[in-house]
């Protein structure tokens, strides 16, 4: 089973020791269409739509507020409130997200390297350093860790569910999740 979750952020929990938390709040959705195992789920972003959108919210009978669509898995077996039975303290559950986009980093961002002094005169501060060989084989080699596009790429994580208030749709999950606060995201029931 899937949820469409939208990123709240992170808190820890009042004990001792106190765990790291994040924060996920599960959107309003609604199931329009069940077909082997799969289901049409509509539910709100926030952003504008278009005609063919409009076409689905006419189509479906639903309001102004559902302008995005996504076919995952539910345990709904009809059309109507999304089940969100499943989400109990305890399970284990499958968390994706994008990563925060750092855009075009250098290779100490982007994989670590050290860099050079930072003294006047070395002229080697935060430079790859040598990519090549003289002799054999002649070339770079493929993959050599270079700068480039860095984040902004799909990742998923493990997380247990520490606890969830239905009727706000708050999941507190143990640990981490990618991502910035606000982001939408999935959560999926390991199995």
């Given at each position: 089973?899937?949820?469409?979750?939208?990123?709240?952020?992170?808190?820890?929990?009042?004990?001792?020791?106190?765990t790291p938390v994040t924060l996920l709040?599960?959107?309003?959705?609604?199931?329009?269409?069940?077909?082997?195992?799969?289901?049409?789920?509509?539910?709100?972003?926030?952003?504008?739509?278009?005609?063919?959108?409009?076409?689905?919210?006419?189509?479906?009978?639903?309001s102004k507020e559902f302008n995005r669509f996504a076919e995952i898995e539910v345990a709904n077996?009809?059309?109507?409130?999304l089940d969100v039975s499943a989400l109990d303290a305890?399970?284990?559950?499958?968390?994706?997200?994008k990563s925060k986009g750092r855009g075009f980093s250098g290779v100490i961002k982007r994989h670590g390297f050290a860099g050079g002094p930072g003294a006047h005169g070395s002229r080697f501060h935060r430079a790859p350093g040598s990519i090549g060989n003289c002799e054999w084989?002649?070339?770079v080699?493929?993959?050599?860790?270079?700068?480039?596009?860095?984040?902004?790429?799909?990742?998923?994580?493990?997380?247990?569910i520490l606890s969830?208030?239905?009727?706000?749709?708050?999941?507190?999950?143990?640990?981490?999740?990618p991502g910035a606060n606000g982001a939408l995201g999935r959560v999926r029931i390991a199995k």
């Open positions: 089973m899937e949820f469409i979750v939208e990123k709240v952020g992170m808190s820890r929990t009042v004990s001792v020791p106190s709040k599960v959107k309003d959705a609604k199931v329009v269409e069940v077909k082997d195992g799969k289901a049409l789920v509509a539910y709100s972003d926030g952003k504008k739509f278009n005609k063919a959108i409009e076409g689905m919210q006419k189509k479906y009978n639903l077996t009809e059309a109507g409130d305890g399970v284990k559950v499958k968390v994706t997200f084989p002649g070339r080699q493929p993959g050599q860790k270079m700068p480039g596009h860095y984040g902004n790429e799909t990742k998923t994580v493990k997380n247990e969830f208030d239905a009727e706000t749709g708050i999941i507190v999950v143990k640990g981490s999740v």
